[in-house]
């Protein structure tokens, strides 16, 4: 799911709402995972975390990309 950072620069801001809630539920299944006791590897938690990071950066630097084109 670790995409790079480019390949998210050229995602619509739909693409990336869809990453952006895919990466949550991982986030979401993954903690449960660890309530559990059942997760192999806490390291996931942290990368789908920075990966979440990344998409949210993405979208708001669109954002604001957006919001100075208008200006």
């Avoid at 950072?5 to 990336?16: D, H, N, S, V």
């Amino acid at each position: 799911m670790a995409q790079d950072l480019a390949k998210l620069r050229e995602l619509g801001a739909e693409e990336l709402a869809k990453e952006e809630l895919t990466l949550r539920e991982e986030i979401w299944k993954l903690r449960l995972q660890a309530s559990t006791g059942q997760l192999m590897g806490p390291q996931r938690v942290r990368a789908a975390r920075k990966e979440l990071a990344r998409v949210l950066t993405v979208a708001r630097e669109k954002q604001i990309a957006a919001r100075g084109a208008k200006s």
